[in-house]
């Protein structure tokens, strides 16, 4: 188990004064699904670059904690007492993601001469010597020389890495088959001449591969049709089910939320989350829009 914790959290653009989070506390645990809805400019997208550490902005106040358990990552991992909590706010993106913290895109790029396998095996050998990288004693850390992670999705011996070409196989069947997405999207360029939403199962499928604790998605849904819409549900489902991500889902709609029932939801407005509630409260939303919160917590619509 793991928990994502966002402590009186202030943030602004980094060049320049606009302030966008301005006190923003939210807890979410490995195997829960949280939805974070507001309107347009009220922080949603703000608060999940920050986590995942974007450099257009800059935290001026308050706290983003990971707490690990005790074999949170297997056997392979020891992690002592005083590694259960992390500040990601001093690492760096890549570190957050060895850590269990992953984004899901609500633009994915599209990287035409890179496979679809070879930069999901790219990423998840780059983890997995990252997070060893954390964790490694001192003294190992002083007797190793830290040559960095050389492979390239696009060059370098097949086999560099943690998990070969011949595993990786296995393990990219596996978690497509868990997603119901068909094995030719591997061989494709990633995200080159996809639709909207096959570069959405795209995100998830990333994410199945990654194994996170805390998966946030921003605005994942956004675009889709209902069949994709159902695809991409089905996909994060499997993530809670199957591997007990806990999933943080940005979105404007309660339509993705009939097919990822969330545990909570939490509604934002000027940069700060003003309610929490269940299910339900997305259901409100959707038929009453978001003035009544305002007028609830400010006393004005």
């Known amino acids: 188990m793991a928990r994502l914790e966002l402590r009186n959290l202030h943030a602004e653009v980094a060049e320049g004064d606009e302030k966008i989070l301005d006190g923003v506390d939210l807890e979410v645990e490995s195997g829960e699904i949280h939805a974070l809805m507001g309107p347009n400019g009220s922080g949603k997208s703000t608060t999940a670059k920050v986590i995942a550490g974007h450099p257009a902005y800059e935290v001026t106040e308050g706290d983003v904690l990971i707490h690990l358990e005790e074999g949170e990552f297997g056997d392979d991992i020891e992690i002592d007492e005083d590694q259960r909590t992390w500040d990601l706010l001093d690492l760096e993106p890549n570190e957050r993601a060895a850590l269990g913290v992953f984004l899901g895109f609500q633009y994915p790029a599209e990287i035409e001469g890179v496979t679809m396998t070879n930069f999901l095996r790219t990423a998840l050998n780059a983890k997995i010597e990252e997070r060893e990288e954390l964790f490694e004693d001192e003294e190992t ?75 946030v998605l921003d605005e994942i849904d956004s675009g889709l049709d209902i069949d994709r819409l159902q695809d991409v549900s089905n996909g994060i489902n499997a993530l809670r089910d199957e591997q007990g991500t806990g999933i943080l889902q940005i979105t404007h709609y309660q339509r993705i939320l009939d097919y990822v029932e969330p545990d909570h939801v939490h509604v934002m407005l000027d940069g700060k989350i003003a309610k929490s509630g269940g299910p339900e409260l997305a259901e409100e939303l959707e038929d009453k829009g978001y003035d009544w919160v305002r007028e609830e917590v400010y006393g004005t619509a």
């Open 141 to 215: 850390e002083e007797e190793e020389e830290d040559e960095g992670f050389e492979t390239s999705p696009m060059e370098g011996p097949a086999d560099e890495g943690e998990i070969g070409v011949a595993e990786f196989q296995g393990i990219l069947q596996e978690k497509m088959e868990q997603l119901d997405m068909d094995e030719k999207f591997a061989q494709r360029y990633l995200n080159a001449g996809f639709s909207g939403g096959e570069k959405k199962q795209n995100e998830v499928l990333q994410a199945a591969i990654l194994e996170p604790s805390v998966a």
